[in-house]
């Protein structure tokens, strides 16, 4: 028999496999070549560095979102309102940009701080009302969404600014733009993939390496288990939510210090939480597997912007995109292949 | 302006924006009541107003064509049918068919979480990827634009005979939509179906004990192929009568978020009909009440900020306050496997 931590990895990859030939039947079926839909979509990701600095730039929040859903997963939370904690820590981080003037060394810091903060008490509530209430977590987190949203137009428009749509941008001092990664690729590349990759290590030292991180995996096992064996489960509760709510929240925190350097007034989600459960879904909510499973996110999706140069909808990647989860969750009927082959094989 | 009339330009607004709510909650109520998880409304409720928005701009057209064939040249013995009005049934036509190709979309979801045993959460946010893909892309390939055109014959308002003219009670219940009427009723039929049938016992059963009621015959699969497929029948339905009394276009926009309202309604209620409804009624009311502020002495200068969130605070506290804690049905999200303990 195969070990479990093969199928970890192949079924994902057979799954975004299986995903991309899907697309390509239905490119097929409506008459496009899919060869070079395919390429455009390639080129559109990597074809130069300025494409490949906007991925990576795409990138960046889809592993801070990923994680932060993989991590209330683990604790068997689903954490539905990583959109509206990216929206407050969006929001802070500007706001500290905006409003101080520090020097770097403390500025940045502070904001991207304000950030986590911000989003892990959004977290905190539907942690919280989960822990104490026995109150589903998923219609809390739901309706902290449209809070977010809505909070954060009225700030932006009547605290920050004086009726304007945007902010200002931040302060050179707490911005993650870098002149040479912006003359290198000219995009919008900035520092903030570094610091979305300090996130992901963060969620798998903190679950894999600590004890607080073996409490919080017990409970997402087995909660009467985890009684039994003395830990506070409503306490862990709590704060899974709360670090869950601080990874989204330094995502927003990347969109606003590093990719626009401003907040604008939203009239809808930016769908960077609804895409982070997809991320962590991708990766089997690990931290690599949300790296990589964003890199795979970002890249079709900027990629899919270029595919209309081929004549192809950009649409098609989202099909494409919901076909892979499909595959990753159909996991079992993967798995069964796969045995009856080998079986078959002997 | 006194408190009728404050009540007659709420209630109305409140019935309007709650009856897409009430349709996909009652699916939600099947689908999950059968023990399958369905984050998965929003995307059913986008298919629903995709395909009723396509229908109503593909079939107006003919079926206009067929009342004046009716009127002019229509053989004699079939004259009689021209009384009915074809061109004012395309809305109606319309959300028949997006329930119907909604039900076999949400097929989907039911083979992947019922015969293939996917993680139903998983598989849920994957239908709603696909739904909003799926009809994007035709957008894109059938109308060459991003967003589809204004449908020329969404529903309209109408009173409802001899009720409307009941004094006071008559214009704030009786003047809508006919769709929020069939809303209504739906809530209480889908009650009277779950809890007074067979077939709703059936559905009960598997959804708390797949066991015990496979042990007593009842085909579990096929419940909740059936439980998931209503709930793509009633998501397409509510979609789609979101996009023609709401939306009359469709873009990427058109839905964004009310299957998730709606599935809210369904947890806030209990996972029980009738308290779905009353959920979905609440938002609704809450969402009229900051869009007829502007009107209401009483609401005049309060920031709007506090209207528009007012709904979705007043649900925490419900929750948190009195409504007390809401189990789901006991199998909920875990696939039955036949012969395991």
Redesign the interface.
């Known amino acids: 028999m195969f070990a479990s931590r093969f199928y970890n990895i192949v079924i994902p990859v057979i799954s975004v496999i299986l995903g991309l030939i899907a697309g390509a039947i239905?490119m097929l079926l409506?008459g496009y070549n899919p060869i070079s839909g395919y390429a455009a979509l390639w080129n559109g990701a990597f074809g130069d560095l300025y494409f490949t600095g906007e991925t990576i730039v795409k990138v960046t929040p889809y592993i801070l979102s990923g994680v932060a859903v993989a991590f209330a997963f683990r604790t068997g939370l689903?954490n539905?309102g990583v959109e509206g904690q990216v929206f407050v820590g969006w929001l802070a981080a500007v706001w500290v940009g905006v409003a101080l003037d520090l020097p770097m060394i403390l500025h940045l810091p502070l904001a991207i701080l304000a950030a986590a903060v911000a989003g892990g008490l959004w977290g905190f509530?539907p942690g919280f009302?989960k822990a104490?209430?026995?109150?589903?977590e998923?219609?809390?987190s739901?309706?902290?969404?449209?809070?977010a949203l809505?909070?954060c137009?009225?700030i932006i428009r009547?605290v920050i600014t004086d009726n304007e749509d945007k902010t200002e941008n931040v302060a050179e001092s707490a911005s993650l733009a870098s002149e040479w990664l912006t003359q290198l690729t000219f995009s919008r590349l900035h520092y903030g993939f570094l610091i979305a990759l300090i996130g992901a290590f963060l969620m798998w030292f903190i679950l894999e390496k600590t004890t607080k991180g073996y409490e919080l995996r017990s409970v997402g096992f087995n909660q009467n288990a985890s009684k039994y064996a003395g830990m506070n489960v409503d306490r862990n509760i709590v704060l899974s939510f709360v670090i869950s709510g601080a990874f989204a929240g330094v995502a927003g925190a990347m969109q606003g210090l590093g990719t626009f350097q401003f907040m604008s007034v939203n009239s809808?989600?930016t769908n960077i939480g609804?895409d982070g459960?997809?991320v962590a879904?991708l990766g089997g909510n690990t931290a690599l597997g949300s790296v990589l499973g964003a890199f795979l996110f970002g890249t079709l999706k900027v990629g899919a912007l270029n595919m209309p140069s081929a004549g192809v909808?950009k649409?098609?990647?989202?099909?494409?995109?919901?076909?892979i989860?499909?595959f990753?969750?159909?996991?079992?009927?993967i798995r069964w292949f796969l045995q009856r082959s080998k079986k078959e094989g002997k | 302006m006194g408190i009728i009339d404050i009540l007659q330009s709420i209630i109305p607004a409140a019935i309007f924006f709650a009856a897409p709510l009430i349709f996909t909650a009652l699916g939600g109520v099947f689908s999950e009541r059968s023990g399958v998880v369905n984050?998965g409304l929003e995307g059913l409720m986008v298919m629903g107003a995709f395909v009723a928005i396509v229908s109503n701009l593909t079939l107006a057209g003919p079926l206009q064509s067929l009342d004046v064939w009716f009127d002019q040249s229509a053989p004699g013995f079939l004259s009689w049918l021209g009384i009915i009005q074809f061109g004012n049934l395309t809305p109606w036509v319309a959300i028949i068919i997006a329930i119907i190709i909604s039900a076999i979309f949400s097929l989907?979801h039911a083979v992947?979480?019922v015969s293939?045993?996917?993680?139903q959460?998983?598989?849920g946010?994957?239908?709603?990827?696909?739904a909003?893909?799926?009809s994007?892309?035709l957008v894109?390939?059938w109308y060459g634009k991003g967003q589809t055109d204004m449908v020329e014959k969404p529903f309209y308002t109408a009173d409802l005979w001899l009720l409307s003219d009941i004094p006071v009670i008559g214009p704030m219940f009786f003047t809508g939509y006919r769709t929020s009427y069939i809303a209504i009723l739906l809530a209480f039929l889908v009650w009277f179906i779950i809890y007074k049938t067979p077939f709703g016992l059936r559905l009960r059963s598997v959804g708390e004990h797949p066991m015990a009621s496979d042990t007593n015959g009842i085909n579990v699969s096929r419940m909740r192929y059936i439980g998931v497929m209503l709930s793509g029948a009633f998501g397409g339905l509510g979609g789609a009568v979101y996009a023609l009394t709401i939306a009359m276009n469709f873009s990427h926009?058109t839905i964004?978020?009310q299957g998730?309202?709606a599935?809210?309604a369904m947890?806030?209620g209990k996972w029980h009909p009738l308290g779905a409804m009353g959920a979905a009624l609440f938002f609704g009311f809450a969402q009229s009440l900051s869009v007829v502020s502007s009107t209401i002495p009483l609401l005049q200068n309060v920031?709007?900020?506090y209207l528009?969130?007012a709904?979705?605070?007043l649900?925490?506290l419900a929750?948190?306050g009195f409504i007390g804690?809401?189990d789901?049905p006991k199998a909920i999200g875990t696939p039955y496997i036949k012969g395991s303990r």
């Open positions: 239905i409506f689903f539905i509530v009302l104490k209430f026995r109150v589903h998923v219609i809390v739901i309706m902290m969404n449209y809070i809505y909070t137009n009225a009547s809808g989600f609804f459960i997809a879904l909808p649409e098609l990647v989202d099909i494409v995109v919901a076909l989860i499909f990753v969750a159909s996991s079992y009927i | 984050i989907v992947a979480s293939f045993r996917a993680d959460v998983v598989s946010v994957a239908l709603n990827f696909l909003l893909g799926v994007l892309f894109n390939q926009a964004s978020g998730f309202m599935l809210a947890i806030f920031p709007q900020v528009l969130i709904p979705y605070v649900t925490i929750l948190a804690r809401a789901a």
